[in-house]
């Protein structure tokens, strides 16, 4: 599993376009995963033959894992007979035993990511109720369940023994320290006795005292996101991983670490929506989708280039103020798997055709689930668009990194005193949430200020430009 972003720990395999015996030729997708921050397609660097999958579809693997082995050269010499007479079995890491070291052999390898220095032992497949061949170096006296973790069903059967330390990756660790659990007391249930995440949660949970309430998930629905809990107890319970995981920790870090002011302004966007309907007939912007929300972009980043200190971010470890002479216009999008916030890169270099282009493309993606990390990275100021769905306005959360946020709510029809008289005109409210490290009263005014200008009276955008 390579790290397919910045920083990334781990990764949930969503699908699988292979199976154990199929062909692979070099650059084809294998598999899709999602990250922390979006779905991404996987590619395998060679050709061979699948010789077996190592984790099953809705399985989260932590950034390093094989998972999946390739026959770069099937049929020869050194491959055992019977080893080539057994058909292909995809075998589940926790139930896969421990095998005798072999000859080094070939191992796949995505592109851009080398093999770690001890890739050469070969897991041996299993059959229904085998069992597991002991290790060759395993210390005499000592059971095999007691060394890996497992029985003979491949079930995790005791933990670590007294004076040896437990088996776990250092987020794991910290983990366990974090929530106050002694490792050497949790039972683990990864590959090779290691101790995962869900086995650090079970040991926290209290035994029950009753019979469980949770009823029994079918097969095929055991990798879907949600366990359902018997009817009596009316609940649905979803894991939290993905998208929504990282959105959860990272609207919380910046919940609690920059300190959110948000301001409202509310005003007649009469002339803008006219506009939208104009250039929708405009030839500049045949093919191109022409909304509300790309004339709220375009206005943010001309009142970002009048008060530039806005486009600025908190380094806390620098102990520095960075402000930034490009803007990569983040757009919070809601998409199947939960809210990301891509971003077009140097939004303000951007004529207006070009930024409805990239508008309209950046949202097509995320609807499709095909953003790229890439795509979510170093991002400078975010739009969300809290109006289609009918909401007024909010008080959005930062996204970290980002000193400043702008929710555009709904337009209405409302009365409105307009030339001296009291008429109907098209109103929305805006909303913009600032770091106050970052960003003083006075400048978050100056540029809220300067956005509902610009919309009030769009002609601005030429002359403010």
């Not at 999946?68 to 010499?77: L, Q, R, W, Y």
């Not at 739009?383 to 555009?408: H, K, M, Q, R, Y």
Request: proline letters at 9%; a neutral charge; aromatic letters at 4%.
């Amino acid at each position: 599993m390579p790290d397919v972003g910045e920083g990334l720990t781990e990764a949930e395999i969503l699908k699988w376009y292979v199976k154990p015996g199929d062909t692979v030729t070099d650059g084809q997708v294998v598999c899709e995963v999602e990250t922390a921050k979006a779905a991404v397609e996987l590619p395998i660097p060679f050709d061979g033959v699948v010789h077996e999958i190592r984790f099953p579809e809705g399985e989260t693997v932590d950034v390093g894992t094989a998972i999946i082995s390739v026959d770069t050269t099937p049929g020869a010499p050194d491959e055992a007979p019977a080893a080539a007479a057994a058909p292909a079995t995809v075998v589940p890491a926790e139930a896969a035993p421990a095998a005798p070291a072999e000859p080094a052999k070939r191992q796949a390898v995505l592109v851009g990511y080398g093999v770690s220095e001890a890739s050469t032992v070969r897991r041996a497949r299993r059959t229904p109720g085998a069992v597991p061949a002991q290790p060759a170096d395993r210390p005499k006296g000592r059971p095999a369940a007691e060394l890996n973790g497992h029985g003979a069903n491949g079930a995790t059967g005791l933990a670590a023994p007294a004076g040896d330390r437990p088996l776990a990756k250092p987020p794991v660790r910290k983990l366990a320290k974090d929530l106050g659990i002694d490792l050497s007391s949790v039972v683990p249930s990864g590959r090779d006795g290691t101790i995962t995440r869900e086995d650090v949660h079970a040991a926290l949970a209290p035994a029950p005292s009753e019979p469980a309430a949770v009823a029994a998930v079918p097969a095929a629905a055991a990798a879907g996101p949600a366990v359902v809990v018997e009817p009596g107890a009316r609940e649905i319970r979803t894991p939290i991983k993905g998208v929504r995981k990282a959105t959860a920790q990272a609207m919380v870090a910046s919940a609690f670490t920059a300190p959110h002011v948000t301001e409202f302004v509310t005003f007649d966007i009469t002339r803008t929506m006219k506009l939208v309907q104009e250039l929708k007939l405009d030839p500049a912007f045949e093919g191109r989708k022409v909304s509300p929300l790309l004339l709220v972009a375009k206005a943010l980043l001309v009142a970002i280039r009048r008060n530039p200190e806005v486009n600025a971010t908190w380094d806390e470890a620098g102990q520095e103020i960075v402000r930034k002479d490009y803007v990569n216009l983040g757009i919070a999008a809601a998409t199947p798997r939960g809210l990301i916030v891509p971003n077009i890169k140097d939004a303000g270099a951007k004529t207006l055709p070009e930024l409805a282009t990239a508008l309209g493309e950046l949202v097509a993606t995320a609807r499709e689930g095909k953003t790229s990390p890439a795509q979510m990275q170093g991002g400078t100021v975010t739009i969300t668009n809290v109006g289609v769905f009918g909401v007024d306005t909010g008080t959005p959360i930062l996204n970290p990194g980002e000193s400043a946020i702008l929710a555009f709510g709904a337009v209405k029809d409302m009365p409105w005193v307009h030339k001296g008289k009291v008429k109907v005109r098209k109103v929305t409210t805006l909303a913009l949430s600032f770091d106050h490290r970052v960003v003083d009263g006075e400048l978050g005014s100056k540029v809220l200020a300067d956005v509902a200008a610009l919309l009030e009276q769009p002609k601005r955008l030429l002359t403010w430009a």
